[in-house]
């Protein structure tokens, strides 16, 4: 299958009119002093023009109010609303909201969709993912929430940690064992649950990026449900598919998330570079010096490299699927967090204390960065799936397959009869 590097230029039209007005309608924003609220009511015209061009949304089919680009076209958008963490939400295409509606066209009843996806869409309504419990790491089979069908109504209890938007969120879709004598794999089920239901705390968190938990688009929460009842037409999908429903939602996230760092370390590496060519130090620019060059030179390969790595992943799921592309998938993750520290991290040294200081946006992206290696799944289980999908296709041998005397043997018996008549033909 071959991938064409081009971009249709009706798509490119779009792209160079979102990365216009991200820089001069969104990055403003940035500069203010906002709070959730006063923030969603800058971003409502904003919103309005980006649905006219047809942009809003863009993750899901147009059946279901999206634009129906395929997660290529979605890749090299998200690069452009990556470089602010406001522009997914003026988009219509931020977390968690962007794959619980996906979540919701994929499993959802009709009366489902009327009630929670289309307004969702619209911007109506925010929710919440409710999936991470302490201390599990990334082992949903570990997971103690739990829901019983009791009378017609699921009544669910349990613990729920670092839950986007919870405190915010109109509804939560949470994972749960509701079958805990099924395979580990088929234990649990997904419930839509609205946030006024009783029984339901909430402890807002403070986090590396944001401590006192002010950030206007989104917050996190620890979340306990308390004999939580909601009717059993609730019930999202079918019993004991969350980790199949869930794996199919994480999957083309990563491509987004992937692709937004992209974005953000083409904003730092601007910084770096233009930071470099305007500050003189010891008789000469910055850019000058020769370990400032190979941050430059180094930097930039590796945001290329993570672009393409990322959009070849994208390609791949529109073509064959997310569940035939995990490897792919696996490897920007770690890949992606790597370079996206790695190239903010030059940044800040080569601004020095100015780079440490809230003058400059680097500090905030660094911090935030940091949780790129954890969340969607740190790091280190990305890289076992990886190694562990590569080595299934090798076959242990007693001796290696390039062993040089065991090739010569063969080689030797192969064209035996060819080197005789070469020899008596001297």
């Known amino acids: 299958m071959a991938w064409d590097f081009s971009t249709e230029p009706d798509f490119a039209a779009k792209l160079d009119w979102a990365r216009e007005f991200v820089r001069t309608e969104i990055y403003p924003l940035e500069t203010l002093d906002l709070d959730h609220h006063q923030f969603r009511r800058l971003a409502a015209p904003l919103q309005e023009q980006v649905k006219e061009q047809q942009l809003w949304a ?8 999206g634009q129906g680009y395929g997660q290529l ?31 919701l066209a994929l499993a959802g009843t009709e ?18 993912f409710s999936m991470t419990e302490q201390g599990t790491g990334s082992d949903p089979r570990q ?10 109504e699921w009544v669910l209890n349990g613990r729920k940690w670092f839950v986007g938007n919870a405190g915010r969120a109109d509804f939560h879709i949470v994972m749960a064992v509701t079958e805990p004598d099924a395979p580990p794999h088929q234990r649990m089920s997904m419930l839509i649950v609205p946030r006024s239901t009783p029984g339901i705390g909430i402890r807002e968190l403070g986090l590396m990026n944001d401590t006192d938990g002010r950030h206007p688009v989104w917050s996190h929460c620890e979340v306990t449900y308390d004999d939580v009842r909601v009717p059993a037409e609730n019930l999202l999908g079918e019993r004991g598919q969350a980790f199949t429903l869930a794996q199919k939602r994480l999957g083309p996230g990563r491509i987004h998330h992937c692709m937004r760092w992209v974005g953000v370390c083409r904003r730092a590496f601007d910084m770096l570079c233009e930071r470099a060519v305007s500050i003189d130090v010891h008789g000469s620019l910055l850019s000058e010096k020769q370990t400032v060059q190979n941050w430059v030179a180094d930097s930039k390969a590796a945001i290329e490299a993570a672009r393409l790595l990322t959009l070849q992943a994208a390609w791949k799921i ?9 490897t792919e998938i696996a490897m920007i993750k770690y890949h992606g967090a790597t370079v996206l520290h790695d190239v903010i991290d030059r940044a800040i040294q080569v601004h020095g204390s100015l780079g440490f200081s809230t003058d400059m946006p680097l500090e905030q992206m660094y911090r935030w960065a940091r949780a790129a290696r954890i969340y969607d799944g740190p790091d280190e289980v990305h890289r076992v799936t990886v190694a562990r999908r590569v080595l299934r296709d090798y076959t242990p041998r007693a001796v290696p397959t390039e062993h040089v005397p065991t090739r ?10 060819h080197l005789e008549v070469a020899v008596a033909a001297q």
């Open 73 to 103: 076209h979605l890749g090299l958008l998200h690069e452009i609303l990556g470089t602010t963490e406001l522009a997914p939400y003026v988009f219509g295409c931020q977390a968690p909201d962007s794959g619980n509606a996906e979540l």
């Open 143 to 152: 997971f103690t929430s739990n829901a019983r069908l009791v009378d017609g």
């Open 58 to 65: 863009a993750h899901l089919d147009p059946a279901l109010g």
């Open 111 to 128: 009366e489902q969709k009327q009630q929670w996806m289309h307004p969702l869409l619209d911007g109506r309504l925010l929710s919440a």
């Open 408 to 417: 010569r043997a063969e080689a030797l018996a192969r064209f035996r009869d």
């Open 318 to 326: 529109d073509q064959v699927g997310a569940s035939a592309a995990r």
